[in-house]
């Protein structure tokens, strides 16, 4: 139950936090660190009510001390998540980049989704979607530009990655549940778009899956 909201909702939904052998709210992303925790709906702005309202030394029955900056530690710590499970899927040899590359992969069909660099250049984002819609119609697999280029950079230990489409794999679904919950705590699509997000119990977990572009520069 989220200690701001009173709703109930499965943990993939909400954030837990634990208190730091100093006293300070901890969050726990991956919800394993030992210790007795509270959980709070996996969204920025519930994150800041619980920081404002003082919800951690109430949930936490201590003197819990929740920094200001709780809700940006989340979202730094998710995106994280996100960056080490792109690696992970790209050790796993899931990953190919470079536009021509992506556009055959497309061509396969065996594609869990398609990566852009958050600078993408409209006009090769435009071609990858008209290639996606072209090869599955509207049951396109998702497009994700949440990523700035250096980062995406250092995850896959390439430079200059712009485009990039990862194979079906496990490694690629685990991948699109972290992106799609980063999404979700920013209240917007996998794509970066703003989006309204129901924080109502009859909502459920509020997971983005809408597609979109946001055009930049392309390299």
């Known amino acids: 139950m989220c200690i ?6 499965g943990p993939e939904d909400l954030i ?47 003197n819990a001390k929740a920094a200001i900056t709780l809700p940006d530690d989340v979202d730094a710590l998710l995106e994280r998540d996100c960056l080490q499970s792109l690696s992970l899927a790209n050790k796993a040899g899931a990953v190919v980049t470079g536009f ?3 556009e055959t992969a497309i061509e396969s069909g065996k594609i869990a989704l398609v990566l852009h660099a958050r600078d993408a250049g409209a006009d090769g984002s435009r071609k990858i979607a008209q290639a996606l819609r072209r090869k599955f119609g509207p049951d ?31 490694a690629s679904s685990a991948f699109l549940v972290r992106c799609r919950r980063l999404a979700a705590y920013r209240a917007t699509s996998i794509a970066d778009e703003p989006r309204e997000i129901d924080l109502s119990p009859e909502a459920g977990s509020g997971v983005v899956d809408e597609q979109g572009l946001r055009p930049g520069t392309e390299v």
């Open 100 to 102: 021509t590359k992506v």
């Open 4 to 9: 701001v909201t009173r709703d109930r909702r």
């Open 16 to 62: 837990r936090f634990v208190l730091g052998p100093d006293g300070n709210v901890v969050p726990d992303i991956k919800a394993k660190l030992p210790g007795r925790g509270v959980w709070v709906t996996a969204r920025a702005q519930i994150v800041e009510q619980a920081v404002r309202r003082q919800a951690f030394a109430r949930g936490l029955k201590a």
């Open 140 to 170: 396109a697999p998702p497009q994700i530009n949440l990523f700035g280029p250096n980062q995406l950079d250092l995850a896959l230990g390439r430079a200059n990655v712009v485009h990039a489409a990862l194979k079906a794999s496990p």
